[in-house]
């Protein structure tokens, strides 16, 4: 079964912008497009201030506007690609768990993420954090427009939209300690398609006794080398397997996430890993990806992993 870069689409413009990151994730690898919706009705999770109930709408008029939007995101996506083949569904059940079976047969899943501000505002609502942190396979999350503004996706047109738009580079956030090798895969696949260049960013916290500062120079001199060796160490077989991708690894003092973040305002995808938590309660998050998921502004590839 040939699995499909599929979208969850939800009518607001971050998820119009999904999808129209997705047709071109889609035309780089050679995939089908499936955009999907589900039309259950999602409850809110407060009671309105007034006390007065929220009507449910029949499912004959909610169907009837699951099918209109599928619609018309097909039509704005596939009119600029008329070789692109696109799939719509729209799925019975509530959003999340909806979601996560759509998910199961993709290559990855891209759902938008409204930004509140015109710095980097946060990506996550509720939907999207309950998906990612279940989702077992990759997640991506796409901004309305760089620096919270709505979505201005381009007019249909009979030309065929180039599949490779700029060559941005590709971020990539690595634990040297725990790599996984499917989320440095991905990340180089990704700067590969694109033709573009991978940024590396691994963020490292000297031990207790080396914060002497002044009084022990060599000593943490010492250890900046030895962690730049073990990266080098660690992305040769990488470079080498994708050679024609240009690396630039850096590492930094301190957590990642601030330096992902400033990243993310030039990059054309940001890449991070989530160890898969099945615990019953908890964030299913880490704290980097958390922070990264919140003020990011390029498009965010969550990795999960074991």
């Known amino acids: 079964m040939t699995r499909t870069i599929t979208v969850g689409l939800d009518g607001s413009p971050a998820s119009l912008a999904a999808a129209d990151w997705a047709a071109r994730e889609a035309q780089l690898r050679d995939l089908p497009l499936r955009l ?85 505002g946060f990506l996550l609502g509720s939907v999207s954090h309950a998906v990612l942190a279940s989702c077992e396979r990759p997640v991506v999350l796409v901004r309305a427009a760089e620096h919270g503004e709505e979505a201005v996706l381009p007019e249909p047109s009979a030309r065929e939209v180039p599949a490779v738009a700029d060559h941005r580079e590709v971020v990539l956030g690595l634990e040297l300690h725990r790599p996984d090798d499917a989320v440095i895969d991905f990340a180089f696949d990704a700067a590969s398609r694109r033709g573009a260049p991978l940024r590396i ?29 073990e990266l080098c160490d660690l992305l040769r077989p990488w470079q080498e397997r994708y050679s024609a991708v240009e690396v630039r690894a850096q590492a930094t003092v301190g957590g990642a996430g601030r330096h992902l973040v400033e990243a993310s305002y030039d990059a054309a995808l940001v890449v991070v890993g989530r160890q898969i938590r099945r615990a019953a309660v908890g964030a299913h998050i880490g704290p980097v990806t958390q922070a990264l998921l919140h003020h990011a502004v390029a498009p965010v590839a969550v990795i999960s992993h074991d």
């Open 201 to 229: 960013i691994h963020g490292w916290t000297p031990p207790p006794y080396s914060y002497g500062g002044e009084l022990m120079p060599d000593l943490r001199e010492g250890m900046v080398q030895q962690v730049r060796r």
């Open 36 to 120: 999907v919706t589900a039309w259950e009705w999602q409850a809110p999770a407060f009671a309105p201030a007034t006390g007065l109930a929220v009507p449910v709408p029949p499912s004959d008029l909610r169907r009837a506007s699951a099918q209109r939007l599928l619609a018309h995101a097909r039509t704005r996506v596939g009119a600029a690609r008329p070789r692109l083949r696109i799939d719509t569904d729209e799925i019975s059940g509530l959003p999340v768990p909806a979601l996560l079976k759509a998910a199961e047969a993709a290559e990855l899943l891209a759902l938008g993420s409204r930004g509140l501000s015109k710095t980097a």
